[in-house]
């Protein structure tokens, strides 16, 4: 069935640095693509979202970037924080299927 | 009641012991979802639900049932629990099923089956 690989499943950074998460989807028909962060022990949440007929989109640190040819999506976040820390989820809306999930680790 | 929530909190079951997880909403939302959170494999979709009086399966449907009698309310039944049904559930709300429709998640249950 479709589905959505997420890379890298665990990332650790210096505070400071950029990171950057990336999806590779198979759905043709998929047109919105929305990125969660998940806390320890909290709920996800929507943190940002592109549709099929932007390449990027940008508010404050983050920003996802989006190929539909190659179909892939990645979640770009600079200046990283140790509040950044958390779970972060890419979702295929169309589907309402989710990536594996990455882990981010910003040490201080 | 202000967005979505469920109960209970957390629940340690016996294996075989029937269950239903709630999950009410208060933003006039369509679409209602399950989805079961285990560590390495994300969230993955139960059953939904894209108007009351409708219900569909998802990803992993088997040994779940559900249930939507009104907007509000999206209850998921374990008829005999396993322990491989030990997890996080998550329950999710959006104005539609698909388009451009955030979904909005509750609070989480962590189901343990023994």
């Known amino acids: 069935g479709e589905n959505v690989e997420q890379h890298p499943s665990t990332l650790s950074v210096q505070e400071g640095d950029s990171a950057v998460i990336k999806c590779t989807y198979s759905?043709?028909?998929?047109?919105?693509f929305p990125w969660y962060k998940q806390e320890l022990g909290k709920r996800p949440q929507l943190i940002i979202d592109i549709r099929s007929n932007v390449g990027e989109k940008k508010d404050q640190r983050i920003a996802v970037t989006l190929n539909k040819t190659a179909k892939h999506f990645s979640l770009h976040i600079t200046e990283t924080q140790p509040e950044d820390s958390a779970v972060y989820f890419c979702?295929?809306?169309?589907?309402?299927?989710f990536g594996q999930g990455t882990e981010l680790s910003v040490k201080p | 009641i202000a967005g979505i929530t469920q109960a209970p909190t957390s629940q340690i079951l016996a294996a075989g012991r029937r269950m239903t997880l709630r999950c009410t909403q208060d933003?006039?939302?369509?679409?209602m979802y399950w989805y079961r959170q285990d560590l390495g494999l994300g969230l993955r979709l139960i059953h939904y639900s894209n108007t009351a009086g409708t219900t569909g399966k998802g990803e992993v449907p088997d040994g779940y049932s559900v249930s939507r009698a009104n907007t509000d309310d999206f209850p998921l039944t374990l008829a005999s629990a396993v322990p491989s049904q030990t997890s996080v559930y998550f329950c999710?709300?959006?104005?539609?099923?698909?388009?451009?429709?955030?979904?909005?998640f509750g609070p989480g249950t962590r189901l343990t089956v023994l």
């Open positions: 979702a295929l809306r169309r589907k309402l299927i």
């Open positions: 759905d043709s028909a998929s047109n919105y």
């Open positions: 999710a709300s959006s104005f539609g099923l698909a388009g451009y429709n955030e979904q909005f």
């Open positions: 933003m006039r939302h369509n679409a």
